[in-house]
């Protein structure tokens, strides 16, 4: 099963693509909304996104969601692809101590390889960016 | 739980969401509306096909100047930072306009980087202030602000499209943090999390950070503006209609002046 969050919501996520055979689920994490009250134009707009993306979605504890997606399905484990939100993090190292998780790395516009402090932009853009530059 | 798929158009399948949702989003139920801009992948392809990269480099600082408007799909991973700008260069080659453009994209990727590495004190002063900020700032911005009933028309209807649609300009996004941070000394904190609220493409480390730029607590300088900047770049229209004595109306050394002399 692959787990699609909000930084990559659509069927050409690295993990989907990775999988594409199983099926995507969406998690409206109901903990983070209570206490962000987001515009409901934001949360329709994700939903939006996640109905043509997604087999199911799902509205609850997002650990609790998956573990249960994931039992519906008799899958063995997901893949999900990577962020660098500290929020999905958690979830992640929650979600490991329960099942098996494959992380698949996220696609950027440059390839930066780990370790590199960002700290400005124009130094990094130099360093980076080349294939972009005129 | 399962959520259902809910059928019927656009309008009818957001009141069906909009009761599912009740007690997770900002407004009443009975406020609750779609954004005009539509989400899903679908979507973000079709405004992609749409954009064309002439003339950004020198409109896209203009209100009504050619800009992607794809940020809500790139924030969340409808379109890649790479598959963006592998389209503009496949359609268009490479010109003063991609480059702009490019580098604009290049923004993104870096806001991500900093915030993998900084993760949550993006939402602390990375930097000490350069300028005076004040002090004992609010939670939340205040309500004539938030419901765009300033008087000011240039911010009013920056902020009224933002709650109505999702969106604002980001030259309007920085007018409007100067004015937060410099002009009124509310913090960029409460700022930042009315623009979180409401942007389609509200990203924690974009947003966070860029009013942190503005602030000066992530970049050398605060960014100011003034009148004759929103007249050059927001056009007149605004200024015509507005009876308010206008805060703005002053060259750069008078504004630092009054603002940060204290």
């Not at chain 1, 939903?47 to 504890?61: D, F, N, P, W």
């Not at chain 2, 399948?13 to 609750?32: D, I, W």
Request: net charge positive.
């Amino acid at each position: 099963m692959v787990w699609l969050h909000g930084d990559s919501l659509s069927d050409q996520d690295p993990a989907a693509l990775r999988y594409p055979g199983a099926d995507r689920v969406f998690v409206f994490d109901r903990l983070f909304l209570k206490q962000a009250q987001l515009s409901f134009k934001r949360l329709f707009f994700l939903y939006e996104c996640a109905a043509e993306a997604v087999q199911e979605i799902r509205l609850g504890e997002i650990v609790e969601e998956l573990q249960e997606a994931i039992r519906q399905r008799g899958a063995e484990r997901l893949a999900v692809t990577e962020s660098v939100s500290p929020r999905w993090k958690e979830v992640v190292a929650e979600l490991k101590k329960k099942i098996e998780v494959e992380v698949v790395p996220a696609a950027g516009m440059v390839d930066v390889p780990d370790g590199f402090e960002a700290k400005r932009f124009t130094p990094f853009w130099k360093k980076f960016g080349r294939e972009w530059e005129g | 739980m399962k959520l259902e798929r809910f059928s019927g158009d656009r309008e009818q399948v957001g009141r069906k969401f909009a009761e599912v949702m009740v007690g997770l989003y900002g407004e009443t139920p009975e406020n609750a509306k779609p954004s005009p801009y539509s989400g899903g992948r679908k979507a973000g392809m079709e405004a992609l096909a749409k954009f064309s990269v002439h003339g950004y480099a020198n409109t896209r600082n203009k209100i009504h100047g050619n800009v992607s408007r794809l940020s809500f799909y790139i924030r969340h991973g409808v379109l890649g930072l790479r598959e963006v700008a592998e389209s503009v260069r496949n359609r268009f080659g490479r010109s003063y306009d991609a480059v702009k453009f490019w580098q604009e994209l290049g923004w993104r990727q870096f806001w991500r980087l900093v915030y993998a590495r900084l993760g949550d004190r993006i939402y602390e002063d990375l930097e000490p202030p350069k300028v005076n900020l004040g002090k004992d700032f609010p939670e939340e911005l205040p309500e004539e602000i938030q419901a765009g009933k300033t008087g000011l028309v240039c911010m009013d209807e920056c902020v009224r499209e933002l709650t109505q649609t999702g969106y604002m300009h980001n030259h309007a996004r920085m007018w409007f943090a100067s004015f937060i941070i410099h002009f009124r000394k509310l913090g960029w904190k409460a700022g930042e999390r009315f623009f979180y609220r409401h942007l389609l493409d509200g990203d924690p480390a974009s947003n966070a950070l860029s009013w942190q730029w503005v602030a000066s607590t992530f970049s050398h300088r605060p960014y100011l503006f003034n009148k004759e900047n929103i007249q050059e770049n927001g056009g007149k229209k605004w200024c015509e209609r507005c009876q308010a004595k206008c805060p703005f109306d002053a060259t750069y050394p008078e504004l630092e002046k009054r603002l940060f002399s204290l």
